[in-house]
């Protein structure tokens, strides 16, 4: 089972910033934080991962919380090719396999 | 470009056939996985390989599936006497070692009628 929970849904203005909220409650100390999104009918595309520290890519950012027990990833100036579905995902760092859950399906509208 | 590539993008079939797929990880990735999606899931661990050993198999594997990296670089899914139920997305992946990044490749979509 998947060890994530994400709102099923969520709708961003184009423009504005999207954030998309995680819990990972029962998180183990060396499991990292994953963030995937896939648009329709393509493979997910990685988007940015974290183990304790907020990190920063081209893409967006991703902001942890001390306790680690929640993460929000953040599409700071989302555009309508940013709907898809989000997948946050914890994994171990020695089987390396990703548990995926149901994911959150943005909508960015004009 | 040098991403994962994945051979057949869609394969029809009918029951009861036999289905053979192919991925090509990243150059250099060690590790390569296999994932299934259904429509409205998100995609599921099938197995994965380090180099040419095959390390780990989901109980979703079942005896009609079987997979194989033989030389360590690109890696085949077969499925055996196909069933309706195997309809579904195959993903692959691969990374550079356990706790980095997989990268997915474009799947291979397989309707079996």
Known sequence: ?110 | DTGVSQDPRHKITKRGQNVTFRCDPISEHNRLYWYRQTLGQGPEFLTYFQNEAQLEKSRLLSDRFSAERPKGSFSTLEIQRTEQGDSAMYLCASSSWGADTQYFGPGTRLTVL
Request: hydrophobic share 30%; aromatic share 8%; charged share 15%.
């Open chain 1, 1 to 110: 089972d998947a060890k994530t929970t994400q709102p099923p849904s969520m709708d961003c203005a184009e423009g504005r910033a999207a954030n998309l909220p995680c819990n990972h409650s029962t998180i183990s100390g060396n499991e990292y934080v994953y963030w995937y999104r896939q648009i329709h009918s393509q493979g997910p595309q990685y988007i940015i991962h974290g183990l304790k520290n907020n990190e920063t890519n081209e893409m967006a950012s991703l902001i942890i919380t001390e306790d680690r027990k929640s993460s929000t990833l953040i599409l700071p100036h989302a555009t309508l090719r940013d709907t898809a579905v989000y997948y946050c995902i914890v994994s171990a760092s020695n089987t390396g396999k990703l548990i995926f859950g149901q994911g959150t399906t943005l909508q960015v509208k004009p």
